[in-house]
């Protein structure tokens, strides 16, 4: 069935250093890639997201990239700061309105 | 604007008893997903609802789960004979358009604890 893999599942960096959280998707039909921030007991927030027919979306210190033949989609995130410290999903649409959600990458910046 | 409300926050229930749980969706939404999350774990689909109909619910695990949006607006999530497996976080989540591709807005969550 439609799985997507999410990697790592934790992720400590230095405040300033440059993060970068990796998925795989299994549906070929995918066409909308959505990243969500959850802060511990919070509701998910939707931080940036991207649609098949681009390679890479930036905005301000957080860029998407896809590579649609590998079925791959990573998310960066530079100069990190303590507030960017929370879990992070990857999520991807197929073809039906079904969004399937990664695992989660928690992710602590360090002061 | 109000953003996505749910309604309880928290719910303990008894194993076998039945449970609803509300989601109020963004006014003007007409899209309207259930998720469940599991600790440590993403949120998984359960259903979507474009207005009143339930276009997908191929997520809902078994006959015991039942979801309604009988005015296109509120939506309530019903599960019969509840088990402790169960209990997790469900969250309700609404977007504008049809495609299924717009934004989602998701509400805070009602924590089900089956005992």
């Known amino acids: 069935g439609e799985n997507v893999e999410q990697h790592p599942s934790t992720l400590s960096v230095q405040e300033g250093d440059s993060a970068v959280i990796k998925c795989t998707y299994s549906d070929s039909a995918s066409n909308y890639f959505p990243w969500y921030k959850q802060e511990l007991g919070k509701r998910p927030q939707l931080i940036i997201d991207i649609r098949s027919n681009v390679g890479e979306k930036k905005d301000q210190r957080i860029a998407v990239t896809l590579n649609k033949t590998a079925k791959h989609f990573s998310l960066h995130i530079t100069e990190t700061q303590p507030e960017d410290s929370a879990v992070y999903f990857c999520?991807?649409?197929?073809?039906?309105?079904?969004?399937?959600f990664g695992t989660g990458t928690r992710l602590k910046v360090l002061a | 604007g109000a953003g996505v409300s749910q309604t309880p926050s928290n719910k303990v229930t008894e194993k076998g008893k039945y449970v609803e749980l509300r989601c109020d969706p963004i006014?003007?939404?007409?899209?309207l997903y259930w998720y469940r999350q599991s600790l440590g774990q993403g949120p998984e689909f359960l259903i979507y609802?474009?207005?009143?109909?339930?276009?997908?619910d191929s997520g809902l695990p078994n006959d015991r789960f039942f979801a309604v949006r009988p005015e296109g607006s509120v939506s309530t999530l019903k599960i019969q004979r509840t088990e402790r497996g169960d209990s997790a976080v469900y969250l309700c989540?609404?977007?504008?358009?049809?495609?299924?591709?717009?934004?989602?807005?998701f509400g805070p969550g009602t924590r089900l604890l089956v005992l």
């Open positions: 609802f474009q207005g009143t109909g339930a276009a997908d």
């Open positions: 006014s003007g939404h007409t899209a």
């Open positions: 989540a609404s977007s504008v358009g049809t495609s299924g591709t717009g934004t989602q807005y």
């Open positions: 999520a991807a649409k197929g073809g039906t309105y079904k969004y399937i």
